[in-house]
Structures are given as structure tokens and as C-alpha cells.
């Protein structure tokens, strides 16, 4: 069965600075790879996502992430931390009739 | 283009009674997912509804149920509440062009907080 580990439960950044999410997965078979965000009181928004192809993708909100075969990871980047990101992001793992979410991680942003 | 609109947005109820939750999915949309969240579980999928048909199932009791209809909106119900079935309860549609639920992007409401008393 697939999985998804998201090791950090919560992230703070300053404001400006780099941020790393970090996300493995477990799947027999080559994944579709998502991540989605979720604001506070709102449902999740899909950041990006990887079927085939590239290994390096990019999403909205200047978002990207690189999947890496060898090391079974999905991390997402993104070079400057807005206030505006502070959420909760969530890694997903689907093939098939199945789709598995991480348990998140909280990103705080301090000013 | 409308986003997934999730009725009532807020919800309380007392230990086993029943309850509804509504979701209209995107125009066009043919698959319908239901995921509960908690701060415990995280997201944890209840079942997935495709041309009226459930096509999926995750592991929840019987006690959950849900439907779709021929416009694709959906139902969910759950009977006999109980205290731990507290939660917010996601609907998300897809287009589910390419196949099963794993291989096509979601799109989600904004959810219905369930708080059992």
C-alpha cells in the first residue's frame, strides 16, 4: 500500500527566507505526486503536481518542487517566504483507486 | 467557473443523532470525494462516488454513508453520531479523465465543521 511521511509537523521561517516542506513516499509503481496548501478555515488548494516527465515542476504562488526517484521524495521549495504563505501543506501519493495525504506541515512565518 | 460549495459550512449536534452534509461539485465534474479531518488522523479518506456509483471506499463504519446524483452533487450521512466523529469533512470533485481516483487533481470545498455534543 502506498504512504506518505511528512517529517516536520511544523516549520517556521522568517519572512524572505528560503523554505524546504519535505515529503517520502512509499509506492510500488511510478507515483502521482501532489501538493496542496490549506489556509486556515478553507479547503486545499493543489500547489502542483507531478505525473511524468521533468522531474523539477512548478506550481502557483511561485511554488516548485523536484522529485527525486532514488531517494522515493517530493520536497517542496520556495526561494522567499511571504507572510502570506503560513498554512498548512500537505503532501499526496495517488495511483490507481487510491490517494494518500500526508499529515502536514504547518509552515508559521515569523516578520 | 463555480468552485465546490459544501452545505452547512458549521454544524452542531448531539451524540446519536444524524446528519447530512452537501456537496455541489464543479460543473462538469463526475467524481466526488469525501475525506474527514482531524487534528489526530489528519485526512482520512471516507469514499469516492463516480456517475452515481461509489467507486471507492476508505475504512469508516458503516455508519458513514454517501450518495451521488445524476447532476453529481453528493450526500453524505452519518447516523449514530458520536463524539470522536467531531471533524471537518472535505468534498472534493475531479474531472477523473484519466482513470481512478490517484491519478487526477482534486478540487476541494471549503469543508463542514461537525462538532458532536
Known amino acids: 500500500a502506498q504512504s506518505v511521511t511528512q517529517p516536520d509537523i511544523h516549520i517556521t521561517v522568517s519572512e524572505g527566507a528560503s523554505l524546504e516542506l519535505r515529503c517520502n513516499y512509499s509506492?510500488?509503481?511510478?507515483?502521482?505526486l501532489f501538493w496542496y496548501v490549506q489556509s486556515p478555515g478553507q479547503g486545499l488548494q493543489l500547489l502542483l503536481k507531478?505525473?511524468?516527465?521533468?522531474?523539477l515542476v512548478q506550481g502557483i504562488k511561485g511554488f516548485e518542487a523536484e522529485f527525486k526517484r532514488s531517494q522515493s521524495s517530493f520536497n517542496l521549495r520556495k526561494p522567499s517566504v511571504h507572510w502570506s504563505d503560513a498554512a498548512e501543506y500537505f503532501c499526496?501519493?495517488?495511483?490507481?483507486?487510491?490517494?494518500?495525504f500526508g499529515a502536514g506541515t504547518r509552515l508559521t512565518v515569523k516578520p | 467557473k463555480a468552485g465546490v460549495t459544501q452545505t452547512p459550512r458549521y454544524l452542531i449536534k448531539t451524540r446519536g443523532q444524524q446528519v447530512t452534509l452537501s456537496c455541489s461539485p464543479i460543473?462538469?465534474?463526475?467524481?466526488v470525494s469525501w475525506y474527514q479531518q482531524t487534528p489526530g488522523q489528519g485526512l482520512q479518506f471516507l469514499f469516492e462516488?463516480?456517475?452515481?456509483?461509489?467507486?471507492n471506499k476508505g475504512n469508516f463504519p458503516g455508519r458513514f454513508s454517501g450518495r451521488q446524483f445524476s447532476n453529481s452533487r453528493s450526500e453524505m450521512n452519518v447516523s449514530t453520531l458520536e463524539l470522536g466523529d467531531s471533524a471537518l469533512y472535505l468534498c472534493?470533485?475531479?474531472?477523473?479523465?484519466?482513470?481512478?481516483?490517484?491519478?487526477?487533481?482534486?478540487?476541494f470545498g471549503p469543508g463542514t465543521r461537525l462538532t458532536v455534543l
Open positions: 507531478y505525473f511524468s516527465g521533468d522531474t
Open positions: 499526496a501519493v495517488g495511483g490507481g483507486s487510491d490517494m494518500r
Open positions: 462516488y463516480f456517475s452515481e456509483t461509489q467507486r
Open positions: 460543473s462538469g465534474h463526475r467524481s
Open positions: 509506492y510500488g509503481a511510478t507515483p502521482y
Open positions: 472534493a470533485s475531479s474531472l477523473s479523465l484519466a482513470g481512478g481516483l490517484g491519478y487526477n487533481e482534486q478540487f
